[in-house]
């Protein structure tokens, strides 16, 4: 059971937009900053997001975040094929004092 | 350009030890604080460990506390992930990671070390 929760899975056609929710707490979400991560199996995940709602250089503005209380969103405007793909949010908690992911929600471009 | 690459892993018996380490580049390793982070087969992504940037202090999953330690050697451009009494709960792929300035969240990740518990 993750500390912060997402979704399992999404599916979108190409094209559409696509908004992944994570749900944390004041600890964690309501206190520290939210990363997202896009991770293709059998490869490095990627920081696609970091401190809410910046992007890090090369990655598109297709893909945007945002923070509320205890939860971030991840949109994905303009989904590609290429997008399909595992996603993750992360902050750290001031209570476990440790970092704390979100499950994942695997996104189906169909 | 900034990565880092582990080494390390590989196939040990319940109850046995591995020593993982990880070699940055492309950045200043010793002002940086560096994570460790885990992920079993079929699994999300799980926090292990994660170490300040003089390695004053450091920071330990429940899973892993007392079992692991997290160190580095910034002399030698050098994190270590000791993992003592290893189980079955522990294979997993890991990965190093060089972390936010501001925080112990990933930022670069490497392609991580299998360690694979087994008898």
């Known amino acids: 059971q993750s500390v912060l929760t997402q979704p399992p899975s999404a599916s979108v056609t190409p094209g559409q937009r696509v908004t992944i929710s994570c749900s944390g707490s004041?600890?964690?979400?309501?206190?520290?900053?939210v990363n997202w991560y896009q991770h293709f199996p059998g490869t490095a995940p990627k920081l696609l997001m970091y401190?809410?709602?910046l992007r890090p250089s090369g990655v598109p503005d297709r893909f945007s975040a945002s923070k509320s209380d205890t939860s971030s969103y991840l949109a994905i405007s303009g989904l590609q094929s290429e997008d399909e793909a595992d996603y993750y949010c992360a902050a750290w908690d001031d209570s476990l004092n440790g970092v704390v992911f979100g499950g994942g929600t695997k996104l189906t471009v169909l | 350009e900034v990565q880092v690459l582990e080494s390390g892993g590989g196939l040990v018996q319940p109850g046995g030890s591995l020593r993982l380490s990880c070699a940055p580049s492309g950045f200043t390793f010793s002002t940086y604080a560096m994570t460790w982070v885990r992920q079993a087969p079929g699994k999300g992504l799980e926090w292990v460990s994660s170490i300040t940037y003089g390695g004053g202090r450091t920071y330990y999953a429940d899973s892993v506390k007392g079992r692991f330690t997290i160190s580095r050697d910034n002399s030698k451009n050098t994190l270590f992930l000791q993992m003592n009494s290893l189980t079955a709960e522990d294979t997993a792929l890991y990965y190093c990671?060089?972390?936010?300035?501001?925080?112990?969240?990933?930022?670069?990740w490497g392609q991580g070390t299998m360690v694979t518990v087994s008898s």
């Open positions: 990671t060089k972390a936010a300035a501001t925080t112990m969240t990933p930022q670069i």
């Open positions: 401190s809410n709602n």
């Open positions: 004041t600890s964690n979400i309501g206190t520290n900053t």
